[in-house]
């Protein structure tokens, strides 16, 4: 008998266990939450910077028993602890993948809030949407061939949540408020000094984003989440970047980067590939900001 609510392996998330006596005032320093206000059990979306105000990597982070859980993109996983590590100098913090390392994702519902529970290692609610939670446990545990929950259906509900992941084609690409981030409560401009901080509340008290986040359905079926799709106006202009995409019938749903300008006018957009030529046109914008 199939089991809806099984787990469902995240094959592209990894999580970093951060832990020591100054784990908690190392990350206050580098990532742009306020992990002061991060409650034990509680999980909170955040971003790490280059100095320049780029977002390397968005984040789920979780506190639980003193114990900080990261989840990250896997393409990114080992140059977020390289460039934690170069920062780390003194301080005493660890960086560690767990035992229970392999993420997995569980959807809740009414007539069943506990699904997942009797085999759960380490677990944290999604920040962006109360109905799925993540699970740490070992990948054997949760070998499920009838599981009709894809890691498909998961990404599509990130996307609908406005969740953005990156990877190594768009890391340091984009401010985070180009990426929904303030919106979502992923920046908190009171906490104080981390990398890229001056850039960042500079734009919000001085300036204007040019971009922002919005999710897109094209009539397109080959559009993938590997595919470094350029968004353009009909002239050729570049508007923008897709993020990520699920294909789903003949049409593909994601998320952009786009101009407000481009927006505002109007215009018709396109993705064009490597090769220059139309994949196909946006057919609908869902503002999440």
């Known amino acids: 008998m199939k089991n809806p609510e099984a787990p469902v392996p995240l094959t592209t998330l990894s999580c970093l266990k951060i832990h020591g006596s100054d784990a908690r005032s190392f990350l206050q320093s580098q990532l742009t939450i306020d992990i002061r206000k991060l409650e034990p059990g509680q999980s909170r979306l955040g971003a790490y910077c280059e100095p320049t105000g780029r977002v390397i990597s968005t984040f789920i982070l979780a506190l639980i028993d003193e114990i900080f859980y990261m989840l990250v993109p896997a393409s990114l996983e080992e140059t977020i602890k390289s460039t934690l590590l170069r920062y780390r100098i003194r301080a005493k913090v660890k960086f560690d993948s767990p035992t229970e390392a392999a993420v997995h994702g569980c959807y809740l519902n009414e007539e069943n809030s506990t699904a997942c529970s009797s ?165 609908e914008f869902n503002n999440f900001f």
């Open 119 to 283: 085999i759960q290692q380490v677990e944290f609610a999604h920040p962006l949407d109360l109905q799925r939670k993540f699970i740490l446990q070992p990948a054997a545990n949760t070998e499920d061939t009838d599981n009709r929950r894809t890691t498909k259906a998961w990404a599509l509900a990130d996307i609908n949540s406005g969740m953005v992941w990156l990877d190594q084609h768009t890391t340091t690409s984009h401010l985070p408020q180009s990426l929904g981030l303030v919106a979502n409560n992923a920046v908190d401009f009171d906490k104080g000094c981390y990398p890229g901080q001056e850039i960042i509340a500079r734009l919000k008290y001085l300036g204007k984003s040019k971009y922002t986040l919005r999710r897109f359905e094209a009539e397109i079926e080959s559009l993938k989440a590997t595919t470094v799709a350029d968004l353009r106006d009909s002239s050729g202009k570049r508007q923008g970047q897709c993020l990520n995409s699920i294909s789903h019938g003949q049409k593909s749903t994601g998320l952009v980067v786009v101009s407000k300008a481009a927006i505002s006018a109007g215009k018709e957009l396109y993705f064009i590939d490597e090769n220059s030529m139309v994949l196909g046109k946006i057919v």
